[in-house]
């Protein structure tokens, strides 16, 4: 019910409105004194001529140079009109400018007239008096109706005309003696070509759009794979067996270590096969014709009947899939070293040296060869991705029929080992990177209160069963997630404390190394085995109480941790990225390279698993009822709905990348910012106004490109 | 022959939108599901494939529980279940071709799906069955370029692609007008009649479920009001299923 404000209420209402007014007042002039606004500093003399100046050269940019030469007039003078003869007037040739002096003598400190006609137009010229020793001073002009430019420049008139007075010098002892008046002027020669500034300025402009592109494409696979993983309406209905997903992670170190170690061999073969090394044609063709019947042989059809056969077979395809995997990429690499050496022979039996074709067989070279490099040296860490990767499905392909049918008592106690093992694992993982920086010893502390929380939410759920979601009371549902997040914060503490994290947070001191074994097996540090025993407890309690019937929401936890990371990303600008990279890789185009691509993986993630979200889910839902899987929906119902607003949103990054990589440059990230900083340090501000308006220049025709481009895809 | 026991369908926020709902399809049935909008059609055929979960009760198929179905063998079940949409559902910035072929991929290797290759019998079938539904010559250009009738055709060859023994179709006429709705249902009636696949049709319009089915059921509230042959409908019966309001319309 309403009832009218009293009076007393709307007195109230007023007074706290003028309150917040006076505070919010407070606050801004707070605001005003901290940045400094004072509007006298612009108005000071001396700042005005300066920003005048650097104005003024910055818009007088030094785009073009011209030879020049210059020519000189000259018209004798005697010193001294009653001695000897007048100097003989030169004749001049036909149509060429002659100097005249009026008179031809006189006494220093006279002022004689000189006149000369049909200059070039508008060039610079200068006065010399040249005593009869050779010796030439500078002279100024009295009464002349032409431009000064500077001291002693001058411009000659439209009409090409040049007169005025000059004083004799007044040199003592020169009576008698014949001097010379000349006349400088500049004129060009040739015709104006760019100044070394402008083709400075270009290459490195190059080098820019080069930066933008480079990071643009790099970024563009690495997203597009991330943005799947941050669309929540794809993710959200992924669920795993709680089982399944347990042995996921008890299994993963050990298909790391184990395809590390099979499957760097593989890639080592096909490796050698690709670069020529060891080529033996035989061995290689027919393990390779091996993989592909494999391959083939378990093509058929996809989904069986629950059959061992068919269990067998899936469990054939997924190894063979692997060792495929690996094979490609490794001869891959192979090809590219190969393929790197190849053309570079190619390039240097060129002649003449580098034109044009062998600096492009380098480039290609270079680039596969860095490749195929990156193929070699990361062979053993492929290897064990891929079979990191991989292992676990194979694991769980075998485990299936247990992992469904299994029950009470057995089912809490394979509940409990697994929970135990990927506990431990999880933590270990963590513990391990702990021991970098004293803000990553939270990690483990993060990851402990998570799985406390699992046990504890483990714990509630085995004694109290959850009823179905459309009975769940408000109450309920709070009273769960309070004493899920006590449980969290239980363990968070008991790990912070168990850990040490207190101290490494205070004085920076790092987990010691101290190294102890575990079972005898492995040599661990003992803050990692210390880590791994809290992992085992908590993950044996949370998995012991649930079992491996349940469904883990996978999806949600992939989610999460996707669009958390590419947010953290986002918020970090590429300008301080750039610094971290220039430390790493120095100095350099390489450095903002990096720093671009990082921050644009960020942000295209973000853009593009939005535009994933909003798509129409129709199409979705009808391939499900086809019975396709989740691939088969995302390749043939997801991917077709997203390439427009995806080319759109590369554009705009594009356009974005291009403008961050001018000023990139400027914490040492390499192109035109680079420049474009030294300049301004050296004061050399028309050369600045020429990377200022090539920046210019590039942004806005970029900007209209990209523009035009996103129109035709929106 | 499809069983569903006690049927009941709770959403998450509370809402019960089927109630306890008995029924036996035999094979080879063409049956018409009408009721109001929000009477619990889309909710029951969608249980049928699971693409929504029963909160209580069991959905026997040919002696297979697929209530209690794991992920895998409902993919298994699902192939065998044609399904086609009010708003057809295609994708639109694909082929027809494709369209159609994308019915066969829950007998696609997945590996395959990276490639978008189908074998050469697929593609073969794939022709033959836009064929059967008159746009053969519509395979190549792109989905959004046709008709409504034309997609919602698009959509029964995708099905059909399936080679389904049972057909799902929730409200398949109800963005279409009257003539084309006729076109479509007569294509639903020819696969009942040829292939014997029973079809499962919801529906809006009473007329058009006199004319096609062989069996009515409606649906109020999420209960089964009445369960009969088309011309048992009486006034009466009309007014319980509809409210006493409405006026029986012919689409013609
Ligand atoms: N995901 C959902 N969550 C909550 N309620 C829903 C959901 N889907 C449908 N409903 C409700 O269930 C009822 C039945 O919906 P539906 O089966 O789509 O009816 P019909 O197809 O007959 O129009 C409607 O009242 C609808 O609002
Ligand atoms: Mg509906």
């Not at chain 1, 002349?144 to 009409?159: K, L, M, P, Y």
């Not at chain 1, 083709?199 to 794979?225: C, Q």
């Not at chain 1, 057995?410 to 694992?425: C, N, Q, T």
Request: aromatic fraction near 8%; glycine fraction near 10%.
């Amino acid at each position: 019910m309403l009832t009218p404000p009293t009076d007393s209420r709307k007195a109230l209402r007023r007074l706290l409105i003028i309150i917040a007014i006076s505070v919010g007042f407070l606050i801004y002039s707070y605001g005003w004194t901290i940045t400094d606004i004072d509007l006298a500093k612009p108005q000071e003399p001396s700042r005005q001529e300066g920003v005048t100046r650097a104005l003024q050269e910055l818009l007088s940019p030094n785009l073009f140079d011209q030879d020049t030469e210059t020519d000189i007039f000259g018209a004798e003078f005697r010193i001294g009109c009653e001695t000897g003869d007048l100097p003989a007037v030169a004749s001049a040739e036909a149509g060429q400018p002659m100097l005249t002096l009026e008179p031809a003598c006189g006494e220093p400190g006279d002022r004689v007239f000189f006149s000369i006609n049909g200059l070039p137009v508008n060039s610079r010229s200068g006065l010399r008096w040249v005593t009869a020793s050779g010796e030439g001073r500078p002279r100024d002009v009295f009464e002349t109706r032409e431009a000064s430019r500077g001291r002693n420049q001058f411009v000659i008139r439209s009409d090409g005309s040049f007169s005025g007075y000059v004083e004799i010098p007044r040199i003592v002892g020169t009576s008698g003696e014949v001097h010379r008046l000349e006349l400088g002027v500049v004129v060009p020669i040739g015709s104006p070509y760019p100044s070394p500034t402008l083709s400075e300025v270009i290459r490195r402009m190059i080098e820019t759009i080069f930066m933008a592109l480079m990071a643009t494409t790099i970024s563009i696979p690495i997203s597009v794979g991330i943005s799947f993983f941050a669309a929540y309406n794809l993710m959200r209905p992924i669920k795993m067996q709680l089982g399944s997903a347990m042995l996921w992670l008890a299994v993963v170190p050990f298909g790391y270590l184990l395809g590390a170690w099979l499957l760097t061999e593989v890639m080592r073969f096909t490796f050698n096969i690709g670069s020529f090394h060891a080529f033996n044609a035989t061995p290689a063709v027919i393990s390779l014709g091996v993989l592909v019947g494999v391959t083939a042989a378990t093509r058929a059809t996809s989904l069986q009947p629950d059959t061992g056969l068919a269990r067998l077979r899936q469990i054939a395809t997924r190894l063979a899939a692997m060792v495929v995997v690996a094979a490609v990429i490794g001869l891959v690499g192979g090809f590219g070293i190969a393929g790197h050496d190849g053309l570079g022979d190619l390039a240097s039996r060129i002649e003449p040296q580098g034109n044009l074709l062998s600096g492009i067989l380098n480039s290609v070279g270079r680039m596969i060869g860095i490749l195929g490099g990156i193929v070699e040296l990361a062979t053993p860490m492929i290897a064990g991705v891929i079979a990191a990767l991989m292992l676990p499905g194979l694991v769980n392909e075998l485990a299936k029929p247990i992992l469904r049918t299994v029950t009470g008592a057995v089912d809490h106690a394979i509940g409990a080992v697994l929970g135990g093992i990927s506990g431990a694992f999880a933590m270990g993982a963590v513990a391990a990177v702990a021991m970098g920086a004293a803000l990553l010893g939270l990690l483990p502390v993060l990851v402990g209160a998570l799985l406390g929380r699992a046990a504890v939410t483990g714990i509630v759920n085995h004694f109290f069963p959850p009823p179905p979601v459309f009975l769940v009371t408000h109450t309920g549902r709070m009273v769960r997630s309070l004493v899920s997040l006590a449980g969290a914060l239980i363990s968070g503490y008991a790990t912070f404390r168990i850990l040490s994290v207190g101290r490494t947070l205070i004085d920076g001191t790092l987990p010691p190394v101290e190294n102890g074994s575990l079972l005898g097996l492995v040599t661990l540090p003992t803050y990692v085995l210390t880590a791994m025993t809290i992992g085992l407890v908590l993950g044996g309690v949370a998995g012991g109480f649930s079992g491996v019937r349940g469904s883990f929401a996978i999806g949600d936890l992939l989610y999460g941790f996707t669009r958390n990371i590419l947010n953290a990303l986002r918020s970090i600008e590429p300008l301080i990225m750039a610094l971290i990279f220039v430390v790493w890789v120095g100095i350099g185009p390489f450095a903002g390279v990096l720093a671009l691509t990082l921050h644009s993986i960020a942000s295209l993630g973000k853009l593009y698993s939005e535009q994933i979200e909003t798509i129409d889910n129709g199409p979705i839902e009808a391939l499900q009822s086809t019975g396709a899987n989740h691939l088969q929906t995302v390749i043939y119902a997801v991917v077709p709905q997203i390439v427009p607003p995806y080319i759109a949103f590369t554009m705009y990054r594009w356009d974005i990348n291009v403008r961050m990589s001018t000023i990139i440059g400027f914490v040492g990230g390499g192109g035109i910012g680079l420049l474009l900083n030294q300049y301004i340090n050296l004061l050399r501000y028309n050369d600045a106004g020429v990377a200022v308006l090539a920046i210019a220049l590039v942004v806005s025709v970029l900007d209209y490109l990209s523009a035009a481009i996103r129109e035709r895809y929106t | 022959m499809l069983i569903i026991e006690n049927l009941t369908k709770i959403y998450d926020n509370g809402f019960k939108a089927l109630d306890n709902i008995n029924l036996e399809i035999p094979d080879g049935q063409f049956v018409s599901i009408i009721g109001l909008s929000g009477s619990g059609k889309s909710t029951l055929l969608r249980c049928i494939n699971r693409l929504i979960r029963p909160t209580h009760g069991r959905i026997i198929w040919n002696d297979t529980d697929i209530t209690a179905a794991n992920e895998e063998d409902v993919r298994a079940i699902r192939r065998r279940i044609g399904m086609i949409f009010q708003q057809f559902n295609l994708v639109k910035r694909s082929s027809v071709i494709t369209n159609v072929l994308q019915g066969r991929l829950g007998y696609t290797n997945p590996l395959f799906s990276f490639l978008n290759y189908f074998p050469r019998s697929d593609r073969d079938e794939a022709l033959a069955n836009l064929e059967r539904v008159g746009i053969k010559e519509q395979a190549y250009k792109r989905a959004s370029a046709l008709s409504g009738g034309q997609q919602q055709r698009v959509g029964i060859a995708r099905a059909l692609m399936q080679r389904p023994e049972l057909m799902l179709a929730d409200e398949p006429v109800a963005s279409l007008d009257p003539a084309t709705s006729h076109s479509v249902m007569k294509y639903l009636e020819i696969l009942n009649s040829e292939d014997g696949i029973t079809v499962l049709c919801s529906l809006h319009f009473l007329s058009l479920a006199r004319t096609y089915s062989d069996r009515v059921i409606a649906l109020k509230d999420g209960k089964l009001m009445f369960d009969g042959g088309p011309q048992e409908i009486d006034n009466a019966r009309f007014k319980q299923i509809y409210g006493e309001d409405a006026v029986e319309v012919q689409i013609n």
